[in-house]
């Protein structure tokens, strides 16, 4: 079992990046890094305290409020962000491999998909070419101009299971249309956002609109409660999203939320598994299911379900549950002993309740330490079972049948999320139509995709707001309309 070897600097363990410094953390309270594949320690690093959360806020404020950021025209910042995007691919590796450590992510996984956060800072530097900030419109007395501005200071939230790739969601759009933007890292994966505040201050961007802070509940709650933080955008769990819109609509913050999913992959009667299960198999259960995106509901025509159950259980089987910096592992552990506990109470949940189970179940064998799960399917799965309505967030995933389209549909948005999904059937027009059926923010036909330039977020208890493509930098925006007579 291969160790966390990766050298870091000093800053990263023991400071805050506020106001453009490194300030040496001064809660005695700090967070202890444990290795999913190992339960070995492998770091600690400070919490933020009360002190240190305002001083972060109140970075991001003077820099909206006196700093020359918002002030700058588009290409300017442009030419910041594309600065930033270069020191960012500067430190792709490091950043891989942090994911790898801190929650179990294999190396293999992670180096793939880690250009996907790296894209996104390249799209925002684009997009500001020729994003039209404002424009005018004809009136009966002379015209208006609309003008699009940044809505302020941005407190930026993210998860654990995804930390660079979510905080690219988000960071490059923010800067973007002009915020200014305080990070609050996951005390489960804290090392992304510094490594990331190095890459800001390689890149010269200006003091205070980037400021990061490690926090845990209270302190977190500090932030967005705080009258300084005009627009907060999250990604994580629907209680804690709950949490933060009902604090934001007191005082009519602005918010982002991505809660999570339960999304189904429907298999129309044509379908040819030969092509669909190699497109879909990897993103039913990437990362172990712990990605908000996961095709964990398998729907198929009730005339071949038994072939699409058969085949797709064949297809998990031959995933490689193992060391995570091995380079030939499918699956890692899963992130600490409470997941893995609360990954097996829905296992049992499903037994309990009737589905029958076609692999999986328990513990991967051959591992006397880590969180190691074996890939799950169930059938014989109807929509009222707990496992076909809440989101595991684990390698578990069951296969349903539909008598029709129609049922397969309903089977589809019978759920109380909406964030993706996807249509596999040998006509993608008719795939397409289908996907227009189904209520939920995110499909794909025939594979799957995430685009840097198309909108990301869901429906329902999915979220609200979109990130990427412009609609990902206008949520960081607000809209003022002035009318002006016509000109003499």
Same mark, same amino acid.
């Given at each position: 079992?291969?160790?966390?070897?990766?050298?870091?600097?000093?800053?990263?363990?023991?400071?805050?990046?506020?106001?453009?410094?490194?300030?040496?953390?001064?809660?005695?309270?700090?967070?202890?890094?444990?290795?999913?594949?190992?339960?070995?320690?492998?770091?600690?690093?400070?919490?933020?305290?009360?002190?240190?959360?305002?001083?972060?806020?109140?970075?991001?404020?003077?820099?909206?409020?006196?700093?020359?950021?918002?002030?700058?025209?588009?290409?300017?910042?442009?030419?910041?962000?594309?600065?930033?995007?270069?020191?960012?691919?500067?430190?792709?590796?490091?950043?891989?491999?942090?994911?790898?450590?801190?929650?179990?992510?294999?190396?293999?996984?992670?180096?793939?998909?880690?250009?996907?956060?790296?894209?996104?800072?390249?799209?925002?530097?684009?997009?500001?070419?020729?994003?039209?900030?404002?424009?005018?419109?004809?009136?009966?007395?002379?015209?208006?101009?609309?003008?699009?501005?940044?809505?302020?200071?941005?407190?930026?939230?993210?998860?654990?299971?995804?930390?660079?790739?979510?905080?690219?969601?988000?960071?490059?759009?923010?800067?973007?249309?002009?915020?200014?933007?305080?990070?609050?890292?996951?005390?489960?994966?804290?090392?992304?956002?510094?490594?990331?505040?190095?890459?800001?201050?390689?890149?010269?961007?200006?003091?205070?609109?980037?400021?990061? /802070?490690?926090?845990?509940?209270?302190?977190?709650?500090?932030?967005?409660?705080?009258?300084?933080?005009?627009?907060?955008?999250?990604?994580?769990?629907?209680?804690?999203?709950?949490?933060?819109?009902?604090?934001?609509?007191?005082?009519?913050?602005?918010?982002?939320?991505?809660?999570?999913?339960?999304?189904?992959?429907?298999?129309?009667?044509?379908?040819?598994?030969?092509?669909?299960?190699?497109?879909?198999?990897?993103?039913?259960?990437?990362?172990?299911?712990?990605?908000?995106?996961?095709?964990?509901?398998?729907?198929?025509?009730?005339?071949?379900?038994?072939?699409?159950?058969?085949? #797709?259980?064949?297809?998990?089987?031959?995933?490689?549950?193992?060391?995570?910096?091995?380079?030939?592992?499918?699956?890692?552990?899963?992130?600490?002993?409470?997941?893995?506990?609360?990954?097996?109470? #829905?296992?049992?949940?499903?037994?309990?309740?009737?589905?029958?189970?076609?692999?999986?179940?328990?513990?991967?064998?051959?591992?006397?330490?880590?969180?190691?799960?074996?890939?799950?399917?169930?059938?014989?799965?109807?929509?009222?079972?707990? /496992?076909?309505?809440?989101?595991?967030?684990?390698?578990?995933?069951?296969?349903?049948?539909?008598?029709?389209?129609?049922?397969?549909?309903?089977?589809?948005?019978?759920?109380?999320?909406?964030?993706?999904?996807?249509?596999?059937?040998?006509?993608?027009?008719?795939?397409?139509?289908?996907?227009?059926?189904?209520?939920?923010?995110?499909?794909?036909?025939?594979?799957?995709?995430?685009?840097?330039?198309?909108?990301?977020?869901?429906?329902?208890?999915?979220?609200?707001?979109?990130?990427?493509?412009?609609?990902?930098?206008?949520?960081?925006?607000?809209?003022?309309?002035?009318?002006?007579?016509?000109?003499?």
């Amino acid at each position: 079992m291969a160790a966390f070897t990766v050298d870091l600097p000093d800053e990263l363990l023991h400071c805050f990046y506020t106001g453009g410094r490194w300030i040496p953390g001064t809660s005695t309270r700090r967070v202890t890094l444990v290795s999913p594949a190992t339960e070995e320690e492998m770091l600690s690093l400070p919490l933020a305290n009360g002190v240190e959360v305002a001083r972060a806020v109140a970075a991001a404020r003077a820099a909206f409020d006196s700093g020359p950021w918002p002030r700058m025209s588009a290409a300017e910042r442009a030419g910041y962000l594309q600065r930033f995007a270069d020191e960012i691919r500067a430190r792709l590796g490091l950043l891989a491999r942090l994911w790898t450590a801190q929650v179990g992510a294999p190396l293999r996984f992670a180096e793939g998909l880690i250009h996907a956060g790296e894209s996104r800072f390249d799209h925002f530097a684009q997009l500001l070419d020729d994003y039209a900030f404002s424009e005018r419109r004809s009136t009966a007395r002379g015209h208006a101009r609309i003008v699009r501005e940044p809505v302020g200071v941005a407190a930026l939230i993210a998860p654990w299971n995804a930390t660079f790739n979510i905080f690219a969601h988000k960071i490059p759009a923010a800067l973007a249309a002009g915020c200014t933007v305080v990070l609050k890292s996951p005390v489960e994966s804290p090392l992304d956002a510094l490594v990331i505040a190095q890459a800001a201050d390689a890149a010269g961007l200006p003091p205070g609109v980037l400021n990061v /802070i490690t926090a845990d509940t209270r302190e977190s709650a500090q932030l967005v409660e705080s009258q300084a933080v005009d627009k907060i955008s999250f990604t994580g769990s629907v209680p804690t999203g709950r949490r933060i819109a009902e604090a934001a609509a007191r005082r009519m913050a602005r918010t982002t939320l991505e809660l999570g999913g339960k999304s189904a992959a429907i298999l129309l009667d044509d379908v040819d598994l030969s092509t669909a299960l190699p497109a879909l198999t990897p993103f039913t259960m990437p990362f172990s299911g712990q990605i908000c995106f996961s095709q964990t509901r398998i729907l198929a025509p009730l005339g071949r379900l038994t072939e699409v159950a058969e085949a #797709y259980t064949s297809s998990v089987r031959a995933l490689r549950v193992g060391d995570p910096w091995d380079p030939a592992t499918d699956l890692g552990p899963v992130l600490n002993a409470r997941q893995y506990q609360r990954v097996l109470g #829905y296992v049992e949940a499903g037994r309990r309740e009737g589905a029958r189970l076609l692999t999986g179940g328990g513990r991967s064998a051959g591992f006397d330490r880590g969180h190691y799960l074996d890939p799950t399917v169930f059938t014989d799965v109807t929509p009222e079972m707990t /496992i076909a309505r809440e989101e595991i967030f684990g390698p578990v995933v069951t296969v349903q049948g539909y008598q029709d389209v129609d049922e397969a549909v309903r089977l589809a948005n019978d759920t109380d999320f909406g964030l993706s999904g996807s249509v596999f059937g040998a006509d993608a027009e008719r795939a397409f139509e289908v996907a227009l059926r189904v209520n939920t923010g995110h499909l794909a036909v025939n594979g799957f995709e995430i685009s840097p330039n198309v909108p990301f977020g869901g429906r329902k208890l999915s979220g609200l707001g979109r990130e990427g493509g412009p609609e990902g930098l206008e949520s960081f925006l607000e809209t003022k309309a002035v009318f002006m007579p016509t000109a003499p």
